[in-house]
């Protein structure tokens, strides 16, 4: 039986460079010896793909996508072009009979993503969205942390994804008809990494706050409020002044908190006991840190191939309802912004 996958990369931008860092990382580390393979990479300009290939030890480049669908020794693809083309994307080569890895928001609306999973099922292949948060070691030990009631009781989660990035309209940040805007970008991961912490209870109420530009959402401030009585805050931002700790998470319990560096891709966070009944005093109980192998993507990468290898079409941990909730609430925020992409309205 074969024990590796051929995985090719459409569209070798800004994130399929981590990717593909991660590809060679895993050629090796698989476990059971079952391995990846870099094979193909395709962009719509052919010297780009060229000097990627080469860059990252892909066998083939190619200079459409076509091509790339077209070839019968492609397993799998991770799709790493803009929101906006991921639905068309991910049908295309579904459609050509190959697995899918699709980076974040796998759809920029709920109907986009129902098309996704149906045509999944219908060709009975793989698919899942890229949310590499859902395999980060340290944050499944955060979540472990609470679970094991560390904290007490888990009450609140604060967090922040707020970048600076100078205003241009070609930037996809700042680009309507590119699916633009902080939240489906940046604060998708403040949703992704509350879900978590709080098991996946469903989200039953929500407010915020926006501020738009141009028709996309360049700073939000969120409210989500759990099933189960835990509360989030959030802002997600791309053109925020720098902070130093616009990046971080602060998780609350009743006996303590635990501090995230880079919640989204953290390698670091710290559990802080209450000292005594009252007031704020703490002791540092603990560091929670699990170091990646490679630089974070090579744990969804290795999960993926699992999955492909075992004959899945869904992933029992970052499934389908997952993806489905995480797109159902950024919906939600988004009709309340009256904030629609082109496409839409
Ligand atoms: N998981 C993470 O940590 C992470 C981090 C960053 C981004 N992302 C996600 O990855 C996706 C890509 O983000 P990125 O920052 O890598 O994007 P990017 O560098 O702007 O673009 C990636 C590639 O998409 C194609 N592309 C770019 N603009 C296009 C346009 N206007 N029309 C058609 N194709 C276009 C190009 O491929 P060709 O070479 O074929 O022209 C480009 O190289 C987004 O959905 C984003 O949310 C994930």
Known sequence: MKDYINWAILAPGTIANS?????????????????VRTYAVASRNLE?????????????????YEELLNDPEVDAVYIANPHAFH?????????????VLCEKPAGCSIGQLEDMISMAQQKKLFFM?????????TVLEICKTIQEGKIGQLKHIDSRFCNRIP?????????PELAGGALL???IYNIYFSMMLTDFSPISSFSSNVRLLKGVDVWNSVNLTFENGVTSAFQSAADMPAGSDTHDAIIFGTD?????KNFFMTQ????????GESGNANRKAATIAVPFKTNGYEYELAHATECILQGKTESPVHTWQKSRNLCKIMDSLRESWNMKYPWES
């Open 167 to 175: 205003y241009d309209p070609k930037n996809r940040l700042y680009a």
């Open 129 to 137: 969205e890229a949310m590499w948060t859902a395999f980060n070691p």
């Open 87 to 99: 639905h068309d994307s991910v049908i295309q080569v579904l459609n050509a009979g190959k697995h």
């Open 268 to 275: 670091y966070a710290e559990l802080h006991i209450y000292k």
């Open 256 to 260: 303590g908190f635990i501090t995230v």
């Open 19 to 35: 990717m593909a860092a991660a590809m060679n990382g895993a050629k090796k580390k698989l476990p059971q010896g079952k391995h």
């Open 48 to 64: 780009r793909a060229q000097q990627f290939a080469a860059q990252y030890h892909f066998e083939k480049a190619y200079g459409s």
């Open 185 to 187: 970008d940046l604060g």
